[in-house]
């Protein structure tokens, strides 16, 4: 059993062992913090400010977590009065005098006392942990790290500054608009966060990062009765990390979580074209010339009476299909809905029959089951049946068809467009 006796620790205690991991005067040092692990301290809140107080000096700077996420619920984020979410010690830090905080973007604001506190507390940013926030600078300007009593997962808000950094697959762009106010004046913003998938049960494992990160000689550590304190520097931490993230932007997930995130491979290499059918054609040929557009390619396909051109341009490409008979799917289609001209969207693919195997098993099937020639030569394309599409009308194209004796001989059964 472990001795009470041995776990009290004094404010002093506190004061030595930061200096023993390593903060120094006029150092800018951000700090998480779980205050349990400081056992029967008397006054820990008040006993762990001061001792950071003391150790960085008054020309150096502390920050800490204000985190609020009321804002993602609606409620308005007011940079005086919104509570910091994130414990006791940060709640605490909010309140002392001379303490500035951000509120660009409100749910994660930090807040900061000492000499550059001013300085960070102006920082604005659209998104969390971007090139413009203030965990970026805290990177840029080489802070210090300091763990109080928690550990990689809970307390080190720079893996999410990571995740960010490298767009990791199982996150995505989330927009939120709210009112926030400060120093008594309301307005509106509208931030971004880069939240956990909704579709995949994920949980980053950063412990184990962090343990290597220690196993590699970056971490200073030292403990005051059960209390474990660490401290690292950010730019150590980045350059440790940014090789794993490059290598694997999924290393934070256990292994059968990231399974989930492996590339599929798929035979679609990207959009080859938008097509367009309109009664006001030469109108929408008008536009696409001031972008501007060139046309590349025309032809007639007899078989689906039509006439096609392609316009290219700015990575842009965009199909006009004009109807040359009034019996022409298309012209029905332009009858029945005037004022609808985007008609289908077309993905270019690599192999036409290994892109047919594989959007069928995927469920997907063709509209006739034909194969048609395209007005550029080599190529052949299909559609996939709208009634598996959501209604969608979806081209397969590919411009690899070598085979002239093939192309000539596909198969025309005539062709339904929606």
């Known amino acids: 059993m472990t001795n009470i006796e041995n776990t009290n ?8 062992a930061f200096i023993e991991v390593g903060v120094e005067h006029g150092d800018t040092v951000y700090v998480a913090s779980s205050l349990m692990a400081l056992g029967l301290m008397d006054d820990p809140i008040g006993g762990v400010l001061w001792a950071l107080q003391e150790a960085v000096g008054p020309r150096g700077t502390l920050v800490m977590p204000a985190f609020n996420f009321d804002f993602c619920n609606g409620q308005p984020f007011d940079r005086e009065n919104s509570p910091a979410q994130t414990g006791t010690l940060p709640e605490a830090f909010r309140k002392l005098s001379g303490t500035q905080r951000t509120w660009s973007p409100p749910f994660h604001s930090i807040t900061a006392l000492g000499a550059n506190s001013g300085e960070i507390a102006n920082i604005r940013a659209m998104t969390s942990f971007g090139s413009d926030s203030v965990f970026e600078h805290l990177y840029k300007i080489d802070a210090k790290h300091l763990l109080i009593g928690c550990g990689y ?29 400060v120093d008594g004046q309301s307005f509106r913003r509208a931030f971004f966060q880069y939240v956990r998938s909704r579709t995949h049960a994920v949980s980053g494992d950063a412990e184990q990062l962090g343990l290597q990160f220690e196993i590699a000689g970056h971490v200073r550590e030292t403990k005051r009765g059960l209390c474990r304190i660490r401290q690292f520097s950010l730019r150590d931490f980045a350059e440790f990390m940014d090789p794993l993230f490059a290598n694997d932007r999924c290393v934070l997930l256990p292994r059968e979580q990231a399974k989930a995130f492996e590339p599929i491979k798929s035979p679609v290499i990207g959009i080859h074209h ?43 490409r965009i199909e ?4 040359i008979t ?23 693919v690599e192999n036409m029959d290994d892109a047919i195997a594989y959007f069928q098993s995927k469920g997907y099937f063709l509209m006739n089951g034909d194969q048609y020639p395209g007005p550029v030569p080599h190529q052949v394309a299909v559609f996939l049946s709208p009634a598996v599409t959501g ?15 093939v192309y000539h001989d596909i198969p025309i059964r005539g062709h339904e467009f929606v």
Not at 391 to 405: F, K, S, V, Y
């Open 274 to 316: 938008i097509g367009i059918t309109s009664r006001y054609a030469d109108n929408i040929r008008e536009l696409i010339r001031a972008i501007p557009l060139q046309m590349r390619y025309e032809g007639i396909v007899h078989e689906l009476g039509v006439n096609v051109q392609y316009f290219e341009g700015q990575n842009v």
């Open 391 to 405: 209604g969608l009308l979806t081209e397969l194209i590919a411009t690899n068809a070598t085979d002239l004796t």
């Open 326 to 348: 009034h019996s022409s799917t298309v012209s029905r289609y332009q009858q029945q809905y005037p004022a609808c001209p985007l008609h289908h969207i077309a993905f270019e």
């Open 320 to 323: 006009i299909v004009d109807p």
């Open 153 to 181: 997962q809970q307390g080190v808000p720079h893996f999410h500054w990571l995740e960010e950094r490298f767009e990791v697959p199982y996150r995505y762009w989330k927009r939120f608009e709210g009112d926030v106010i």
């Open 9 to 16: 620790i004094t404010r002093d205690d506190l004061l030595s």
